[in-house]
């Protein structure tokens, strides 16, 4: 059975800082590309970063330059460091390894 936990959300204001974490289990985690999608209210879930097996990188538009997707094979965990945070971030945080998918964590960038 697959499951995929994240933590790491919070409230903070514009500017700061949060690492969102993703627990997997019942994957053979490094064998997987893992990813890091976010859905805002009234909006559709949206890809955000990816990072491949052999940690290959990518990331949407908006957050170029801001996030670094990171993982641990070890401890079967990827991560989301978020920089330079903006309002228009705020959304829950799910993470996927191409089929399932966590419950997801709660980030809101407000002042």
């Known amino acids: 059975q697959v499951q995929l936990v994240e933590s790491g959300g919070g409230l903070v204001q514009p500017g700061g800082s949060l690492r969102l974490s993703c627990a997997a289990s019942g994957i053979t985690f490094s064998l997987s590309d893992m990813y890091w999608y976010r859905q805002a209210p009234g909006k559709q879930r949206e890809w955000v970063a990816v990072?491949?097996?052999?940690?290959?990188?990518n990331y949407r538009d908006s957050v170029k330059g801001r996030f670094t997707i990171s993982r641990d094979d070890a401890k079967k965990a990827v991560y989301l460091q978020m920089n330079s945070l903006k309002p228009e971030d705020t959304a829950v945080y799910y993470c996927?390894?191409?089929?399932?998918w966590g419950q997801g964590t709660q980030v809101t960038v407000s002042s």
């Open positions: 990072i491949t097996r052999r940690r290959n990188t």
């Open positions: 996927n390894d191409g089929t399932s």
